[in-house]
């Protein structure tokens, strides 16, 4: 069965049965998943708890040259769409 025939398949269903289906395949996906990567739940916990914050990223990425000011970014997009609907 091809995935354009299970999608209209899927899409003859109720959603109360679509939402079982999407759940379903969830929870098929996850396990293969997991068996794949052969990671316990604890160690993904672990894995997870070593990724820093957003908040700890803040800064890492600058942007070259000149940072434009509210005032600069309006007046560019003002432009933008002037010249989009003009």
Same mark, same amino acid.
């Given at each position: 069965?091809?995935? $354009?025939?299970?999608?209209a398949?899927v899409?003859?269903?109720p959603?109360?049965?679509?939402?079982?289906?999407?759940?379903?395949?969830? +929870?098929?996906?996850?396990?293969?998943?997991?068996?794949e990567?052969?990671?316990?739940?604890e160690?993904?916990?672990? +894995?997870?708890?070593s990724?820093?914050p957003?908040?700890?990223m803040?800064?890492?990425? $600058?942007?070259?040259?000149?940072?434009?000011?509210?005032?600069?970014? $309006?007046?560019?997009?003002?432009?933008?769409?002037?010249? $989009?609907?003009?």
């Amino acid at each position: 069965m091809t995935v $354009k025939e299970i999608v209209a398949q899927v899409e003859q269903l109720p959603p109360d049965e679509r939402r079982m289906v999407v759940n379903e395949l969830l +929870r098929l996906l996850q396990a293969e998943t997991q068996a794949e990567e052969g990671e316990s739940a604890e160690a993904r916990q672990r +894995r997870l708890a070593s990724i820093p914050p957003a908040s700890a990223m803040l800064g890492m990425i $600058k942007p070259e040259g000149h940072i434009p000011t509210d005032e600069e970014i $309006k007046e560019d997009y003002t432009n933008y769409l002037i010249r $989009k609907y003009s």
